[in-house]
């Protein structure tokens, strides 16, 4: 089993950025495929991206392609998703999810979840 807890959320100006981290207890971080979700108010949770266990693959939502960057340090059993050029779209409730088996984009592959974070960003 692992806990995880998110850090990092606030509010920013479109066309800022914010770094998310998420870090990882229990069970070695490195045993899990991590993803990032969103859920805006009145809106279903959504993928965002995610990252194996190695660091070597990573996919990402076309909304957040070219300005989102996930990355994971195992050794510090941290996950990290950079946020460029923030447009008010982005303001969600950000989740932090593992998953024990390969990258997907599905909500129901994963088995933990954080609590989120928030993320605002004004126009």
């Known amino acids: 089993q692992v806990q995880l807890v998110e850090s990092g959320g606030g509010l920013v100006q479109a066309g800022g950025s914010l770094r998310l981290s998420c870090a990882a207890s229990?069970?070695?971080?490195?045993?899990?495929?991590m993803g990032w979700f969103r859920q805006a108010p009145a809106k279903e949770r959504e993928f965002v991206a995610a990252?194996?266990?190695?660091?070597?693959?990573?996919a990402y939502a076309d909304s957040v392609k070219g300005r989102f960057t996930i990355s994971r340090d195992n050794a510090k059993n941290m996950v990290n998703l950079q946020m460029n050029n923030l447009k008010p779209e982005d303001t969600a409730v950000y989740y932090c999810?593992?998953?024990?088996?390969?990258?997907?984009?599905?909500?129901?592959?994963?088995?933990?979840w954080g609590q989120g974070t928030q993320v605002t960003v004004s126009s």
């Open positions: 999810a593992a998953d024990l088996r390969n990258i997907a984009r599905i909500m129901g592959s994963y088995d933990y």
């Open positions: 229990g069970r070695t971080a490195s045993s899990y495929t």
């Open positions: 990252i194996s266990r190695s660091g070597g693959s990573t």
